[in-house]
């Protein structure tokens, strides 16, 4: 079979999501509310947070990444794939598909760096309240940003520059809505030996490490309740993580259910789902968890609202 190398790759084609042409309609409505909602749920929190003084601390300077990042992971994919469910176009171009592919990675990665990061803030401020504003100072809530951006661009980088020195065969259809890494490998005639040896270990790293810190921080706060347990202080160590672990749960509660538990659906169907789970449905849902669940959310919106009618 003929290859084509990345110089002469003018585009690919993406099948998208497997849903009935007589569908379309009705999910490309449901899509781009989801989207909406992702873009102004996110968008609210951010603003939220900027607005009331008393949201300006290391756990809610972090949310506010959060929230960034969720609205980049969805603007990476979601409203390409809902122009080609509208236009029936499949056609993406390689430049395109190629820096779709960097920006998914560095925002799904930012993402599982800033739950780690959320993790330890919470350690800290359970196990050593006395000494948080110490330890959790300013410079040090900047680094663990800057850190996060560093190692995941760095990430995305290594990947992209792996991928643009492979050829492909004449077959440009890509099965997936939008230009995920694993898919584009196995469009590959080229050795990707040192691809997947790369994604194994540097990925397999960049996803035990924030892993390694939301388990350890939660066994220490577990461990620093249990040790004088009360009603009132349960009450008050799930009122302040309660959302973080909600979020966390979705977040690696999806990876597990669809790469570990679903060994019956194909490996073309557990990759689009993963990938819809991270891009559309985990974002859409994260503000609702942070404004339900989060008291200090719900004030601070409350207080915002009373404001936009004293200036109607």
């Known amino acids: 079979m003929r290859t084509e190398n990345q110089s002469s790759m003018s585009e690919f084609l993406l099948l998208g999501l497997p849903i009935p042409m007589e ?14 909602t992702t873009v102004l749920g996110n968008l609210l929190i951010i603003l939220l947070i900027r607005l009331d003084s008393h949201l300006h601390t290391p756990m809610y300077f972090f949310l506010s990444y959060l929230a960034f990042s969720d609205i980049c992971l969805s603007s990476v ?57 110490t330890i959790m100072r300013q410079g040090l809530c900047v680094s663990l940003v800057v850190g996060s951006w560093f190692f995941c661009c760095a990430h995305a980088l290594l990947h992209t520059l792996l991928s643009v020195h492979l050829s492909f065969c004449d077959d440009k259809t890509i099965p997936h809505f939008f230009c995920d890494l694993p898919a584009l490998l196995k469009m590959s005639s080229s050795d990707i030996s040192v691809n997947e040896l790369v994604i194994f270990t540097e990925g397999g790293m960049l996803l035990m490490m924030p892993l390694v810190s939301i388990l350890g921080s939660y066994t220490h706060i577990g461990t620093t309740v249990l040790r004088v347990p009360s009603t009132k202080r349960l009450f008050k160590v799930f009122s302040t993580c309660g959302s973080h672990l909600s979020v966390v749960s979705l977040y690696y509660g999806t990876l597990a259910c669809v790469y570990f538990f679903s060994l019956s659906w194909g490996s073309n169907d557990k990759d689009i789902i993963a990938s819809f789970m991270y891009a ?33």
């Open 77 to 133: 994919t979601v409203p390409k794939m809902l122009m080609n469910m509208h236009t029936q176009q499949q056609s993406i171009s390689y430049v395109e598909c190629i820096s779709q592919m960097c920006f998914f990675n560095i925002f799904a990665c930012l993402d599982n760096f800033l739950l780690g990061v959320m993790a330890y803030d919470r350690y800290v401020a359970i196990c050593h309240p006395l000494h948080y504003t």
């Open 23 to 36: 569908q379309q309609g009705m999910f490309f409505a449901l899509f781009l509310g989801m989207y909406l």
């Open 280 to 312: 559309v449905v985990t974002p859409v849902l994260n503000p609702f968890i942070y404004s339900l669940r989060n008291k200090d959310i719900k004030q601070a919106l409350e207080i915002f609202v009373n404001r936009a009618n004293f200036f109607k």
